[in-house]
């Protein structure tokens, strides 16, 4: 039970963060500890027991609304661009931008870029870790992260003038 009260509200809002919904996220976290807590044996500490509990809360969340779309749509790595590793580091926004309007944008983005740039971004997961969690490529999930960087910058940009600046 101490366990669950330590890291119970953490989850929820990691949960919350990728579906949405209060009651969906609760579910999934409670499924989360059910699964973490019968496969106790497994915890190797290798990471810290939250991280481990985390990784579950974020495959579930991804389960979850994975099952929830209608049509799978597949990015073939040979579409892919490498990215420029220099491009990670140069990502700005205007300084009157806020939280919520950043979170806002990222609920926007499409389904692939979202996951990645919640989890780069929010979760602070690296590339490895995505593409383990997506069962993606490293290079897929550096791809998408700067696409959806992209496409956030460009939903961030202020209205001036009833044009996008």
Sequence with gaps: MQLYNQYCNGML???LRFVGD???AEDIVQEAFIRAFSKLDQYKAEVSFGAWLKRIVVNRCI???KSKRQRLIELEENHLNVVDSDYETEWLVEDDITIDA???AIEQLPEKYRYVVMLYLIEGYDHQEISEILNIS???SRTQLSRGKQKLQVALKTEK???RS
């Design 13 to 15: 809002t990691v949960a």
């Design 22 to 24: 209060t009651m969906e």
């Design 63 to 65: 389960d979850v609304l």
């Design 102 to 104: 950043v979170k806002l």
């Design 138 to 140: 490293e290079v897929a």
């Design 161 to 163: 003038n009833g044009t």
